[in-house]
């Protein structure tokens, strides 16, 4: 017999990074004990980080396990007959004490070929900015495969890159091919196509603790790179209690949703929705099922949950499949 499913939260997967730090704890309440903790990965089926329960009667199940025992009832019907018993999506806040290195993610069909994944389509939500906190994303001008070499060699490269400030709220969409970098002082939870593929361009010749470098990808970047000027910045409404198109691509669509009070909900069975809490604190409802999240959590509603409550008052993203 199938077990029944509820709204589900994971134990969070959290990372080290050199450019890590602890706001992760201070702000996202995540159960960090190193002061160089990068990112926590709230939601995650990539190898050897697959996400468990850490509520309710499933609680220690992994994803992958709820997934093969019932995908319908987990993923939709429209999620399963496209990604098979795949979870298409992968989920992380991140916490830049220092610059992240200027990287780029490939496409589906590069990734595919090259790594046997996914690409690596991905959006950032900025909950949290320092003064001055900035970040790279594309070129400043449309550019080449040797203008870009020129620079990279030269270590100049950011000159010839588009950095924009970013403040709290600020959202930006990051097709594959987009050359990026998180700057300093940002916190970030990010949205992205289930791949742990990333080409490292230039590390600003850090070392770590050994006094060693990372390793670069440049030859393996040159073919992935879009170089051509892009537009990654989205604007979007703030209704209340209403879902408000952030992004909408092939891969993901996110809504911001300001929840005032009471919200009912209905879902159509096609997709699970996931949502971040990003401020405030909520609710959800459930046929006797009644929990209460904060600042930080981070919840999987599976498909078959087509009609609950919301209620509360909070910043939420929401996240699905279209």
Not at 9 to 30: A, D, H, V
Not at 84 to 104: N, T
Request: aromatic share 10%; charged share 25%.
């Amino acid at each position: 017999m199938k077990p029944k499913s509820y709204p589900l939260q994971f134990e969070p997967i959290l990372k080290e990074r050199i450019w890590g730090g602890q706001k992760l704890k201070t702000l996202l309440n995540k159960p960090i004990t190193s002061k160089i903790t990068g990112e926590s990965w709230e939601l995650s089926t990539v190898e050897g980080d697959v996400s468990v329960v850490a509520n309710g009667e499933l609680k220690g199940k992994s994803l992958m396990e709820l997934i093969n025992e019932m995908p319908n009832e987990i993923l939709g019907t429209q999620v399963y007959k496209r990604f098979g018993k795949q979870f298409p999506l992968l989920f992380k806040y991140l916490d830049a004490r220092e610059d992240l290195s200027i990287q780029v993610h490939p496409n589906d069909k590069l990734a595919k070929e090259r790594h046997n994944s996914f690409g690596k389509t991905e959006m950032w939500y900025v909950t949290q900015a320092d003064d001055d906190a900035r970040i790279i994303v594309g070129f400043k001008e449309n550019s080449s495969k040797e203008e870009y070499l020129k620079h990279l060699n030269d270590k100049t490269l950011v000159s010839i890159l588009d950095t924009v400030k970013a403040k709290p709220g600020d959202v930006f969409f990051l097709e594959t091919g987009t050359v990026h970098a998180i700057g300093a002082g940002l916190v970030i939870a990010e949205i992205q196509q289930t791949s742990d593929i990333t080409y490292r361009l230039y590390d600003f010749d850090r070392k770590d603790a050994n006094g060693n470098t990372r390793e670069l990808h440049v030859d393996l970047a040159l073919d992935a790179i879009n170089y051509n000027k892009v537009d990654t910045q989205k604007k979007y409404e703030t209704k209340t209690n209403t879902s408000n198109v952030m992004v909408d691509c092939p891969y993901f669509t996110t809504n911001f949703l300001p929840l005032e009070n009471k919200l009912e909900v209905s879902k159509s069975g096609e997709t699970f929705t996931v949502y971040m809490c990003i401020e405030g604190s909520f609710e959800i409802e459930y046929e006797g099922f009644k929990n209460t999240y904060i600042k930080g959590d981070t919840i999987l509603v599976p498909a078959e949950i087509n009609a609950f409550i919301l209620n509360g008052k909070a910043s939420i993203l929401e996240i699905y499949i279209s």
